[in-house]
């Protein structure tokens, strides 16, 4: 690769790509919102930066994302208006947009959702990475992960809501690592990128009161809220494809992360 454009690249996800991307030897072109504001932006606009960049393909990981309402935020229409945009201003660039492991109930869902059925209809050279659960270094706080490693690091006793809930939780450099692993092969269409494991929030709990070497602090129980009960990547098809993904388990990631 020569260069690469990377949207969002100031973001949680975002940086993690850069970071993966600059190690592996690339070029990475990572604009900031005043160097190309992405909802402001036309399709002509967009082409003419993507032109200047003179990048070989594009991934695509900005959206909108404060933790409090980004699954119901009407912003998320306009997010899948600029992605197209975007789409239609890479044409003949690899392109690799980021999906969710979220069921299409949620005005997020169903906007991720129908920019991937969007760059499958304009027959782009694309990848879609599905991604799971994420945590790591700049996660946003308020999330589960980030409020459990602060209560933990003040020594309170901690533990989630609903702890029987079976969840995919992946470290960001190891989900930059699948997803520039994808960019970097010809694989076209959707991948699951996760750990494919799905422990328990409880046993999340546990391993990040261990990571401190205070497992009493971790509290447990079994509750689901009537959730989903498991939500956990499927594999198979970046193993067939890509390659080993090449994730740590959810432990030896938060004793990293905490380190």
Excluded at 39 to 46: H, N, P, W
Excluded at 240 to 249: K, S
Aim: contains cysteine.
């Amino acid at each position: 690769m020569t260069g690469v454009l990377v949207t969002g690249a100031t973001g949680f996800i975002g940086s993690a790509l850069v970071r993966r991307l600059v190690a592996g030897g690339n070029d990475v072109v990572a604009p900031t919102r005043s160097e190309l504001d992405l909802l402001a932006a036309s399709e002509r606009e967009l082409a003419q930066f993507v032109e200047r960049a003179s990048v070989s393909y594009c991934i695509h990981a900005a959206w909108y994302t404060n933790h409090a309402d980004y699954l119901t935020h009407e912003v998320n229409r306009e997010w899948l208006a600029a992605s197209l945009r975007l789409v239609r201003a890479c044409e003949g660039l690899r392109f690799v947009g980021l999906g969710t492991c979220l069921e299409p109930d949620t005005l997020y869902a169903r906007s991720k959702l129908d920019l991937a059925i969007g760059l499958g209809d304009y027959g782009a050279n694309f990848a879609w990475a599905r991604v799971f659960f994420v945590y790591g270094p700049g996660d946003r706080p308020g999330r589960l992960i980030p409020e459990m490693i602060e209560r933990f690091g003040r020594g309170e006793r901690a533990g989630p809501t609903f702890g029987g809930l079976r969840r995919d939780y992946i470290h960001v450099d190891d989900l930059a690592d699948q997803i520039v692993r994808i960019a970097n092969s010809n694989v076209q269409g959707p991948f699951d990128t996760g750990t494919g494991q799905a422990p328990t929030l409880s046993e999340i709990y546990a391993a990040g009161a261990a990571a401190f070497g205070r497992p009493e602090l971790a509290e447990a129980n079994a509750e689901t809220g009537g959730q989903p009960s498991l939500i956990q990547a499927d594999l198979t098809r970046f193993r067939a494809f890509v390659g080993d993904p090449r994730a740590r388990d959810v432990a030896t990631g938060l004793r990293d992360l905490v380190q």
